[in-house]
């Protein structure tokens, strides 16, 4: 599996895309849509990314989320804590093969607050493991997290990537 591919040559000497290509394209248009979702507070775009099954290890307890049911509720109090979600995703790398997938960014969530206060949020590491299920490329697991000061036992929230 890579994200490198060759593109086939079609009719008239245009360049067509390769499976591996239509894929990639089509998964970071996923990644798109939770931002897209997030910002829209709209659990039901979220809802259509995600397999039946996902199983999530985010930063918040527990420390996992099975199912697609236990990952809404986890996004649920982002849209109680903000009045306005704003949420980036950095550097994402993908490795795309014919029905699974996994790739790795960084996350921010921020926002306005609903007592107004702005934060733009903290840098998270995520990777995304993916699978096709009936032509459709769904997250399987999610994982977030942040790098942990040994020392002290604390997570470290002020890393910039």
């Not at 089509?26 to 979702?37: A, C, D, N, T």
């Not at 990952?71 to 109680?80: C, E, G, I, Y």
């Amino acid at each position: 599996m890579s994200n490198q591919g060759s593109t086939a040559e079609g009719k008239a000497g245009m360049t067509m895309p390769t499976q591996r290509e239509v894929d990639e394209a089509e998964i970071r248009r996923l990644i798109g849509r939770i931002v897209e979702g997030l910002e829209g507070k709209d659990l039901d775009t979220l809802r259509r990314l995600y397999a039946p099954d996902i199983v999530s290890f985010d930063i918040e307890p527990p420390l996992q989320h099975v199912g697609v049911e236990a990952k809404l509720r986890n996004w649920a109090p982002v849209f109680t804590f903000f009045e306005r979600v704003t949420y980036e995703v950095r550097d994402l790398t993908l490795t795309v093969g014919e029905d699974l997938a996994f790739g790795h960014a960084f996350a921010r969530l921020g926002g306005t607050l609903t007592n107004g206060t702005t934060t733009s949020g903290m840098w998270v590491r995520v990777t995304y493991c993916l699978r096709k299920i009936d032509g459709t490329w769904l997250i399987a697991h999610d994982q977030v997290s942040v790098p942990l000061d040994i020392a002290s036992g604390k997570g470290v929230v002020d890393l910039q990537p």
